[in-house]
């Protein structure tokens, strides 16, 4: 298992089209991946239980990587957040 933080650096935070994007990329992932501030942590392959996150720019979020896809999904998450989810900024 892989646990680490990602910080939400886009200026809407993990908005609807954001909380999309994780989801889906999430999903091509043959393990499981859970994120959120704090425990229970949520499975982030559900667009809706990202959305209820509420994660604002700023927020620190724990994510756990688990099987055997996991350290493809932890560095395609990365990527993702890096790139400020496609927006630029």
Same mark, same amino acid.
């Given at each position: ?5 990602? &910080?939400? %650096?886009?200026? @809407?935070? *993990?908005? /609807? ?27 982030? &392959?559900? %667009?809706?239980? @990202?959305? *209820?996150? /509420? ?35």
């Amino acid at each position: 298992m892989i646990q680490t933080k990602i &910080k939400v %650096i886009n200026k @809407l935070g *993990l908005h /609807a089209r954001a909380a999309t994007k994780l989801a889906s990329l999430a999903g091509r992932y043959s393990c499981s991946i859970r994120t959120g501030e704090k425990p229970p942590l949520v499975d982030a &392959k559900s %667009i809706m239980s @990202l959305m *209820l996150l /509420a994660a604002n720019q700023g927020t620190d979020l724990i994510f756990e990587f688990d099987g055997p896809e996991q350290e493809l999904a932890h560095t395609a998450m990365r990527e993702l957040f890096d790139d400020y989810f496609g927006e630029g900024e």
